[in-house]
């Protein structure tokens, strides 16, 4: 029977109840999963029940195997399902943190294609966009993750349209940059569906004092981060962190920034107590250490990536300010 040949009471009693029907949502564990990215991610919903004194939404947790799943922070969740049996979903999340980069089964990429096809809306929480390009779920479609891993995304799939945004919401696509972003993400996705007022009270129901719009930056303002206000500076730091693998000279920046070289020097001091080419290198060493902890990357990738002529050059540099070689850092990230 096709829909015209429903009588219109009994379509209007159809459409009701599929309006009140609670959406049923799915979040895929990845492990190493972050806490605070799945708790932003449902919270919410549990809020939104609550203040709206209905059962809008419904959630239940999926791994691949169905046997209990580790977090960043060590805790194990048991969830609902495996993979093998998950119910009908509205929506299917993908929550997943550090140790991604060699992520690949094609059990869950399967598992998340057929809910694609099933005209599911799929979604990427942190690096679980990185999870959904993998499964060939991105393709054409504007998408963001946590600004750690924006490098390693477009790189690995260089015709994706990667943002910088705090969340985006695409048709039946949906990613998020992870940590609280999750909570603007699903209170965006509330108001759409619900309304905004109660969005707002959800949103205050976590001392959440503004839901911020998907185009905001996902990092701090210079200003806040480093305590300083001097555009020139701030200028500057951008140029610095911009500019990781090719790093750009000092006269350079000063230039850049509207400075002379010699009070360049002398305001930076003033303000971070290091000569601007240390902070400099502290940067590089910093997005060294990142990929060396988080990544399979050979030391002399690492090195190329983070603007060192070898991987002796990095080790000399890295040894000098972590007291530990490159090696003796990857050793260490891997026993944990």
């Not at 799929?122 to 946590?146: E, F, P, Q, V, Y």
């Not at 696509?173 to 993400?185: E, K, L, P, V, W």
């Amino acid at each position: 029977m096709n829909a015209s040949d429903i009588p219109p009471l009994a379509r209007a009693v159809k459409l009701a109840r599929e309006e009140t029907k609670p959406q049923r949502m799915g979040f895929f564990l990845v492990p190493h999963f972050s806490m605070m990215a799945l708790s932003s991610v449902t919270e919410p919903l549990r809020a939104a029940n609550r203040v709206s004194g209905k059962e809008l939404y419904s959630w239940h947790l999926i791994s691949a195997d169905g046997e209990p799943v580790s977090s960043s922070s060590g805790f194990a969740l048991l969830p609902d399902f495996a993979i093998t049996s998950s119910p009908e979903l509205s929506h299917v999340f993908v929550v997943a943190s550090i140790g991604v980069s060699n992520y690949r089964n094609a059990q869950v990429f399967e598992f998340l294609r057929r809910y694609a096809a099933k005209g599911s809306t799929l979604g990427g929480i942190s690096l679980g966009t990185m999870i959904l390009a993998r499964a060939g779920l991105l393709d054409k479609r504007r998408c963001t993750i946590h600004w750690e891993a924006l490098k390693e995304l477009a790189d690995e799939f260089p015709t994706l349209d990667v943002s910088r945004d705090l969340y985006c919401i695409e048709g039946d696509r949906m990613t998020c940059s992870g940590g609280t972003a999750a909570i603007d993400m699903m209170l965006d996705l509330i108001a759409r569906q619900h309304g905004h007022q109660l969005a707002a009270e959800v949103a205050d129901q976590f001392i959440h004092t503004r839901m911020r719009t998907a185009q905001e930056s996902q990092k701090m303002a210079i200003q806040w981060r480093y305590g300083v206000e001097d555009r020139r500076i701030v200028h500057a730091v951008t140029l610095m962190e911009q500019n990781i693998e090719r790093p750009i000279p000092m006269k350079t920046i000063a230039a850049l920034a509207g400075i002379s070289p010699r009070t360049f020097e002398r305001m930076w001091i003033k303000h971070f107590n290091v000569r601007p080419s240390q902070f400099y290198l502290e940067l590089r060493l910093k997005a060294a250490q990142k990929l060396i902890r988080e990544s399979s990357l050979s030391l002399l990738d690492v090195a190329m990536q983070c603007g060192f002529a070898s991987a002796s050059h990095l080790g000399r540099c890295y040894k000098q300010f972590f007291a530990k070689t490159p090696g003796q850092e990857r050793a260490a990230s891997d026993a944990r």
